[in-house]
């Protein structure tokens, strides 16, 4: 069924709205998260890797294994997230408790995404809610890995060439391109994009973020703490310039979550073949959708359109339980 | 007011909705199109002529100058137009008695476009319905060309990344990438866009397309019989995976026109810098919305978004009586 | 014979070596010259014309008609030569008595190559020593102008990926790739270039640069005066990272023009199909040898590797008598 | 000094001159080989298993360690290399006593790249014959591989934009692009280029080639089999093109080795910053030379120029010793 046991492997840049997926993840009964692998993103790979496990101790999950993975694109830079986050990524609100890098698995991300995965053939589906790099060394340094998920769920890309990082690519793409192209041609699982653009339309209005972070619990005095920065900064000229269709708020990463916790929680989707500009002056980074079919692929990916956002909300609430 | 009199030059490659852009123009009183230049398209120079001679002809106006423009793009290459609109770019219906090339001009279409302008300082509404080639080498040849424009008024480019012709570019601006960039970059008049993604948000049912073509009129009879050809086109494959947002009756060079020609046909757009993508591998051609503000650019376009529907159908009905 | 009567056109952006090619010209008893357009390039088109007119006042030449061209490339930017012949392109050597800018032709630079070829068809060299904004023009505003030309003399491009303004690109080039592939391409009639490379190589002493301008005459001194601020940075660093095979004097442009005056100069070329790179990172505007035959053109073109250097130096030394 | 002993990687796409260059290696007594990396290239990567296992063989060195590498570039894609070295990559002169696949190592290419260089930090010299995909992918794995290596000896990219491929590009650079880019960007060891076109400036005559193999060896007999489909080949009109300055032996690989066993054999090369052009229509692949200093990097490659040819051709008879 929709809610039978699920494992999932988690890769994250972990700003804010990684954190608020990986939450939704740990508050499921029937999810074993089998591990968290970071890269470079909202911020350098060390605060990723500090954040991720900052996330797991709010939630008391330490138990969870945590891989530190590339530092930079596949072509070597690094671009700014911007500080949407805050410079640390999750919103500058150091805590003096938090768990040392000594925490950290001796493994590398790219390691574990393809032992963990033989280790459990055709049985985890992969969720990545950052820059593709970790998932694009796995496949080049082991071409069978995407034969072996279950599934892939992406935050990230575009559908209507509204960028929010370049003029017309969504950050986590733009961030590595090259990463991106890779694993929308390589991975041929079954593959569910939640876009920026779908991310916008789906969003929630900020009196029920209000409701939401006011429930009565340490995580949610925890995400209160780190959210802070990103909620003042969606007040920002830039942040209402990329915001679409309207104010509110985007939990972006929550989304590829949710479809991968629940199979039903996608209720339409373009399934079409997609691929990334490469090159362009001000498209690089951008996704394809091969409306035409001039792509000639054979692989389609599912572009989520529409969800279930009742369902949506009752994830999210139960997260900070 | 929005209907005193307007002088308009009309840009043209002569297939059927363009057609229908002139036959709105030649309809209404108080519209003087000071002449019609020609340019490669739809179907070759030399037939965009011929057939821009018989919609004059169609509608007895064959005292209205015609000018032969470019017959290729600025970097010198054409592409194919699909036939959509027929080989011949004109439904593929020919006339027997159409009248012949002799009919054009001696003068090119870009020392027209120049001079025409420069004999009517500030009063002309240049209307661009097809590659933008001719008014790109309008303003090579004369800089001072576009600050003597009243206002611009093009059909093309396309604003949500959809392409009808590459994987995300519309025929116009792919047909002459190079035309479009100089074209948004250096016409620093009044410029609206009607582009491919907004012309099929504002497309009409095809139950009044029959109503239309129904009328008794010469004219409804010349355009029912110029269009069979892609009416039926309409119904293939490829056109309805080029439709966007359901099936009908598109008649994209229309809108310019009716921008052009009513003041108050535009009732919502987003006033924003544009340009072109040059480089990439799919992207080349497509409009750029910089919707960030990135591009530092001081000039903005007005990229229509919501039109008065019911002044269009008056506009078209207009058009064949 | 190699030394009848020649009728030219120059187009320039006339910095010192430009001058040095039209005193070449004008000093040679058989050859005509029609008319010199000016373009953007060593210096805005403003100077340019300035100068030409400086030039032929210090031939006593005068009634050379001298007409004004593109002020911009055709995608519609312009880029610094870098001030290698002074900010005025002239050496920053002013003449109070430099003639007006009245005396330039009222018809533009397009216009009267197109009809003084079409008053001289099959007749006409054309040395073009500057961007190719104008020609690329022309033949987009008269598709039949280069097969009317007898020839045309190119200095520009580079054939060893030595660049002198990008990292991979010669300036004329760099400073309009989009003319110079079209020239490339649209340009049918014979076609000899002078690349950068190939100037480097067949330099002259800066000994034999002394002589030459040791001469008593106005011409000598007018040359050595406009000529000391090139002199002076030819010993910057960058104009020695510039340079290839040793230090030297390099007239650039005298070399299409020595080649268009006597056939018999160029001693041995490469007869190849070129193009221009558009689009790359580093190599925008580096021009293309088709060494392998894979662009399957069929027009080929003399790509200078050796010349007559006792003529040469013969031809530069008459220039200044 | 210049013959000491040397620990040596050589990561290879065992065509026929990759094979002359480890028989090269082999046949040093001063020289280790602690293993050979396979890659996609001159055929598919398991052909350059096999091939590799075949020159082990014939050589009675079968104790040296070979590892499995990438089977495609880090886009994913492979290019054809045009069976200049046979389908099989060894000339189709197939041994029915080849070794098999079981004797590769179980270890990866690229892990076992990493663990040896980790086991002999500041010692292994790194030849790289071929596409460069294991090296990038390596680098990406262990960001610290480059600064444990003593060298990296790349045969591969050109100096003068004469492709053997593409237009402008060299096999090796051209089947791997974004590969080539990281590793000249990334590794910031001391790196000695062997190009294409100093490759055929510092061919060998045929007729040496004749002597060389005439020899009475085993190995001189095996060379003989493997090499007459090349040697045919190279008479091919295609071949006749790609070469540079005259017709000969090119034993493109075994530069880079030579340089890599004798500190003596470079006597000339440019120190220089160098690229990959990413992007370009024709260029793409191409290596860039910063000769201007734009690329603003620090770090600099020695680009071979002139070699120690007669210790060249000794090493080459040593080799089938
Ligand atoms: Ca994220
Ligand atoms: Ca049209
Ligand atoms: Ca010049
Ligand atoms: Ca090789």
Redesign the interface.
């Known amino acids: 069924s929709s809610m039978s046991s699920k494992k999932l492997l988690v890769d994250v840049d972990c700003g804010v709205d990684d954190a608020q997926a990986i939450m939704m993840a740990l508050a499921t009964p029937y999810v074993e998260v089998l591990g968290i692998t970071c890269v470079h993103g909202n911020t350098n790979v060390e605060n990723v890797c500090k954040n991720t496990l900052r996330v797991l101790q709010a939630c008391n999950r330490l138990e969870i294994p945590v891989f530190r993975g590339?530092?930079k694109s596949?072509?070597?830079n690094v671009i700014s997230a911007g500080h949407f986050h805050g410079q640390d990524g999750l919103g500058d609100a150091p805590d003096p408790n938090a768990p040392g890098l000594d925490m950290l698995q001796m493994e590398?991300a790219?390691s574990a995404l393809i032992r963990i995965v033989n280790e459990n053939p055709g049985e985890v589906s992969l969720v990545a809610t950052a820059p593709l790099?970790n998932l694009a060394?796995a496949v080049?340094?082991e071409?069978s890995f995407p034969s072996k998920l279950k599934g892939l769920y992406i935050m990230g890309g575009n559908?209507?060439?509204?960028?929010?990082t370049?003029?017309?690519a969504e950050f986590n793409f733009a961030a590595d391109p090259?990463a991106a192209?890779?694993v929308l041609?390589?991975f041929l699982c079954p593959t569910y994009i939640a876009s920026w653009e779908f991310t916008c339309y789906s969003k929630l209005p900020w009196s029920w973020c209000d409701d939401w972070l006011a429930q009565e619990s340490e995580k949610a005095r925890f995400m209160a703490q780190i959210f802070r920065h990103s909620m003042e900064e969606s007040y920002s000229e830039?942040s209402q310039?990329?915001m679409i269709d309207g104010m509110g708020f985007v939990s972006c990463d929550s989304y590829a979550m949710a479809a991968a916790i629940d199979n039903t929680f996608v209720t339409e989707s373009d399934h079409m073949a997609v691929?990334v500009?490469?090159?362009?002056?001000?498209?690089?980074g951008?996704m394809?959708?091969?409306?035409?079919?001039?792509?000639k692929k054979t692989h389609k990916a599912f572009v989520m359109k529409k969800v279930n956002m009742v369902r949506f909300e009752q994830m999210m609430m139960d997260a900070l339980k």
């Open positions: 590339a530092a596949i072509l070597g590398g790219v790099t060394l080049r340094m071409p559908t209507e060439s509204r960028g929010n370049t003029v017309c090259e192209y890779i041609n390589d830039r310039a990329e691929s500009e490469l090159t362009g002056t001000h498209t690089r951008m394809i959708l091969d409306t035409l079919g001039m792509l």
